[in-house]
């Protein structure tokens, strides 16, 4: 009798912790997605992207190591971005999952990501035409959980001209860098190091607030 309830009460304290992941974005809430369909805006690529509810699945082929999805239909400049997603297990040391919020994007070739891998790293890059440059890498992220399948909420604030980055509720590490100008997207990344065909990456929820 007290095991059951000790397994009740674990339980419970999981769905309230998986529930509260992405607690404390401040403002107005500009847009949120619990993919219960594939309404949200968001650009799909298929087959290797779709919204498969209640998850937006990347299923990545041999033909890609990478995916992106931008919302088409909402945009923000400041703001408070957060996504939940379950990372599956890597299929060897150098092939292994991520996932990322892409913010500030004007297309494609051009936006900011803050990306969680496997091994529990966040960092953070701008891509400008196409070419990637590194800000900052966080080994061994406090507050990572570990767990092939465990979801993860990763954050990042953007009012101001400060980029801060949080994962899990906990903060990792704030930089200033420069706004572009005009209406701003927002997405989601999915990426392996090799290609081939891989587990899926499921994204369980995506919130965007005003930040203030």
């Known amino acids: 009798m007290f095991r059951a309830i000790g397994i009740i009460c674990v339980l419970q304290f999981l769905a309230i912790t998986s529930a509260y992941a992405c607690d404390g974005q401040p403002g107005k809430v500009i847009f949120e997605d619990k993919f219960a369909d ?5 650009d799909f690529t298929p087959p ?25 239909t909402f945009h923000a400049t400041d703001g408070d971005f957060c996504v939940e997603a379950a990372l599956p297990k890597a299929v060897a040391a150098d092939d292994i999952p991520y996932v990322g919020i892409e913010f500030w994007a004007t297309d494609y070739a051009n936006y900011m990501l803050l990306q969680l891998s496997a091994k529990g790293d966040l960092a953070l890059y701008s891509k400008v035409a196409s070419k990637w440059q590194q800000i900052f890498s966080v080994q061994n992220a406090p507050g990572f959980k570990a767990d092939p399948g465990a979801s ?10 400060k980029i801060t980055a ?6 990792v590490k704030a930089v200033r860098a420069q ?12 990426q392996w190091d090799k290609k081939a065909a891989h587990p899926p990456i499921n994204v369980t929820s995506f919130k965007v607030t005003s930040g203030q």
Do not use: C, E, H, I
């Open 179 to 190: 706004v572009p100008s005009g209406d701003l997207k927002f997405g989601v990344y999915a």
């Open 166 to 171: 949080y994962l899990n509720g906990k903060l």
């Open 152 to 161: 993860n909420a990763l954050r990042v604030n953007t009012v101001g001209g």
């Open 48 to 72: 290797d992207d779709a919204v498969k509810p209640p998850v937006f699945v990347f299923a990545l082929s041999d033909k890609y190591t990478n995916m992106s999805s931008q919302n088409l």
């Open 38 to 42: 594939d309404s949200g805006g968001w």
